[in-house]
């Protein structure tokens, strides 16, 4: 059994100045696959005592500095037990939407290994990649389960809508990464702030979240890396394109993550006005900007923020001012 990660993972970052030192990632890369990778069903003591899944354990509880609905008088009003329910199927629902957007992307991963060229390196990784994906998709779907409640993911309309992106690579590789990235950094910058400022109390969340922290990282860097090497030699009408259709995948995706799922309102009788009060605040859409910050210093970075395409990022309220390369995150 392999331990989970104790402390956070960070990203590969390094300059891609040519194709030697673009390699020399690809190649760490596979390497710490290799050395540093978890198996849902041999690394999660799912059959721990201190590891069952009880819908009205206190620890499901919301942490307002997590989600706003925690911090509603409504919220405050209900019995424990259901303030517990509420913070789990909130949780369960996060696993269920992320396991249907993995489950696109290694579709996505295996389109583009598909035609890959014999002795492309991309091929390795991708693989290295897809096979960590299964892992996160039976790790959330076994959490899922041990909820016993009805937990749906992604609204259908769009579930059917978003059936087209394991196409994608086949048309543009460049605009695929970048929906990997518009489905993996929102998650991660939410998880990596959850477990930074202790909110996360339940063991079995807790060693998921490392896991899929540690993994992601790379999947992360790897979607980066291959963007900044391949964006500067597209042909500048793919790359318009590209420029233009990005802040309304980021857009879309970003909310999708955030947003409170229709079901549990539902479920819970959660009236309108306390929804709208919790999530439509300056706070939330603070939220939704500084989610896809890193991908928006990247598409900076690339020069494929134009005039134009900016008031895109605006209307989709994900815009703000990209801070230089090298430069620290706040
Ligand atoms: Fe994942
Ligand atoms: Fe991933």
């Known amino acids: 059994m392999t331990q989970a990660p104790t402390e956070l993972a960070e990203e590969v970052r390094a300059q891609v100045k040519d194709k030697k030192s673009y390699l020399g990632v690809i190649d760490r890369l596979n390497k710490a696959s290799v050395d540093k990778h978890w198996e849902a069903y041999r690394d999660i003591p799912w059959?721990?005592?201190?590891f069952q899944v009880d819908k009205n354990d206190p620890r499901w509880i919301l942490s307002p500095a997590t989600d706003p609905l925690g911090a509603s008088d409504w919220y405050k009003a209900q019995p424990p037990e259901i303030q517990a329910q509420i913070g789990l199927w909130r949780v369960a629902t996060a696993m269920k939407i992320g396991l249907q957007f993995e489950n696109l992307l290694k579709r996505g991963l295996l389109n583009y290994a598909y035609r890959l060229p014999n002795?492309?390196?991309?091929f390795r990784y991708v693989y290295h990649e897809t096979t960590e994906?299964?892992?996160?998709?039976m790790m959330f779907q076994e959490f899922v389960n041990r909820t016993k409640m009805p937990i749906?993911?992604?609204p259908r309309s769009l579930s059917a809508v978003a059936q087209v992106a394991?196409?994608?690579p086949l048309v543009n590789t460049e605009l695929f990464f970048v929906f990997v990235l518009g489905g993996e950094d929102p998650i991660d910058f939410v998880q990596r702030k959850s477990l930074k400022g202790g909110h996360i109390k339940h063991p079995l969340?807790?060693?998921?979240?490392?896991?899929?922290?540690a993994e992601e990282a790379r999947h992360i860097s790897f979607a980066r890396h291959y963007l900044k090497h391949r964006v500067p030699n597209m042909n500048p009408i793919r790359r318009r394109i590209l420029g233009l259709v990005t802040p309304i995948i980021l857009g879309i995706m970003a909310r999708i993550m955030l947003s409170p799922p229709g079901p549990l309102v539902r479920r819970f009788n959660i009236p309108k006005d306390v929804v709208r009060e919790a999530y439509d605040t300056e706070e939330s859409r603070a939220q939704i900007r500084d989610?896809?910050?890193k991908i928006r210093d990247l598409m900076a970075e690339l020069d494929l923020i134009t005039l134009p395409n900016r008031q895109l990022w605006k209307a989709f309220g994900i815009w703000d001012a990209p801070r230089k390369p090298g430069a620290k995150a706040a």
């Open 47 to 50: 059959d721990d005592p201190d």
């Open 119 to 122: 002795g492309r390196p991309e």
């Open 133 to 137: 994906e299964c892992h996160h998709g």
């Open 152 to 154: 749906k993911g992604m």
């Open 166 to 168: 394991p196409w994608i």
């Open 205 to 213: 969340e807790e060693t998921i979240m490392k896991i899929h922290i």
């Open 291 to 293: 989610c896809v910050g």
